[in-house]
């Protein structure tokens, strides 16, 4: 999304123009935060459109380094 200078909004219409698949603002948002991973339905509408591995996007997303490190641990819920 850097590279090619692409926002969340911007994503979410593409999604929507080339698949017909329907992401929330929301739900995106909890997407590229990583504090929500995609549904099967919304990671296969991801990968059409940027080429991302499926797997990938369904996978939760990993505890970054400095939170490691500080001892503060996923505030994710299952």
């Not at 080339?18 to 603002?25: F, M, N, Q, V, Y």
């Amino acid at each position: 999304m850097e590279r090619t200078r692409t926002n969340g909004e911007r994503l979410r219409a593409m999604v929507k123009a080339e698949t017909g698949r329907s992401i929330s603002a929301t739900m995106m948002s909890f997407i590229l935060r990583g504090s929500r991973r995609c549904s099967a339905v919304n990671a296969m509408a991801l990968h059409t459109v940027t080429g991302v591995p499926f797997r990938t996007l369904t996978q939760w997303p990993t505890v970054s380094e400095p939170a490691k490190s500080s001892g503060k641990g996923s505030n994710r819920a299952a």
